[in-house]
């Protein structure tokens, strides 16, 4: 089995996060989360390499570091632009440099869809990441339009009924507005009996990984709703429960961006472009509404 350059380079990055745990070093410590995140990213995948005889960034390499890598930034500024309507978490020790801050949002957010999918992938395998069964499909498309107005209307309720249960619904938003773009699987149909438990064992792993990692990070998400609720990490108990919707989302874009955007040069220097304009303007934003003490 070979062995990848970002395989070899896991071990250095896994090491480099745990040694920054325990001795910060000046600016280096802002990125203890990322190269934590990056590290058991490449750990994961070479796990699923060993287990399925391939994985997400070996299976194809250039949509990997071309594609999702930054689809995956502009994936999760989505919800961040979200929560600047109505704050549900903050950042603590942000960079004072907002060009620090913009590349540190960058490489943090470009590893949400690839840990979901990672973990996910190790779980089942990658015949479960091909797209819809068919049944599922013919449904869709006879209410294509319905999905994306329940989309919508998400979107609607979460901005004018703030509570905590009507702010998960942010989490089911892609969801809506992208599956009746997601096409069928061409070889192997995506089982929906066998999909579910899979996916939430991933939703579940992969929220407790992103909470360890910030639970140790120096620059690390604070949560502002159930502030007096059971934690575990920096995370409230009943918190958890959103990873389940969110994981379903990620799924379903991830699955549109394998069907819809192939790799191509010119596509990669746009979608660079774009996450890093994206997180240049949500780091903007961040400062003028969180000022830095």
């Known amino acids: 089995m070979k062995v990848f350059l970002w395989h070899k380079a896991s071990f250095i990055l896994m090491g480099l996060g745990i040694f920054l745990i325990f001795h910060p070093i000046p600016f280096l410590a802002y990125f203890t989360y990322p190269i934590l995140a990056w590290g058991l990213l490449g750990l994961l ?46 950042y603590i020790a942000v960079p004072p440099s907002r060009i620090t801050a913009t590349v540190l949002s960058f490489v943090s957010y470009s590893t949400v869809i ?3 999918i990672e973990v996910f992938w190790f779980i089942s395998g990658p015949d479960q990441l091909q797209g819809l069964s068919p049944a599922i499909a013919r449904s869709i498309s006879a209410r294509r339009w319905l999905f994306p107005a329940i989309g919508f209307a998400l979107l609607l309720l979460f901005i004018f009924d703030r509570s905590f249960v009507t702010a998960q619904v942010m989490w089911c938003i892609p969801f809506f507005v992208i599956l009746p773009f997601v ?47 059971p934690h575990l990490f920096q995370m409230p108990l009943a918190g958890y429960l959103g990873y389940i919707p969110f994981a379903i989302s990620l799924l379903v874009v991830y699955l549109w961006i394998h069907a819809k955007i192939a790799y191509t040069r010119l596509r990669t220097v746009t979608l660079y472009v774009l996450a890093l304009l994206a997180s240049r303007i949500f780091i903007m934003i961040y400062f003028a509404k969180f000022p830095l003490s």
């Open 114 to 116: 690839p840990l979901v």
């Open 45 to 90: 995948d070479l796990a699923s390499l060993r287990r399925w005889k391939t994985s997400l960034m070996t299976s194809d390499p250039q949509r990997f570091w071309g594609i999702i890598v930054p689809a995956s930034t502009l994936f999760w500024l989505f919800f961040e632009f979200l929560n600047f309507l109505w704050p549900q978490w903050k």
């Open 183 to 229: 096409p069928t699987a061409e070889v192997v149909p995506l089982k929906s009996k066998n999909i579910l438990p899979a996916l939430i064992g991933a939703a579940f792993l992969s929220g407790l990984i992103w909470e360890t990692g910030n639970n140790w990070a120096q620059t690390k998400w604070d949560y502002l709703l159930l502030r007096d609720a």
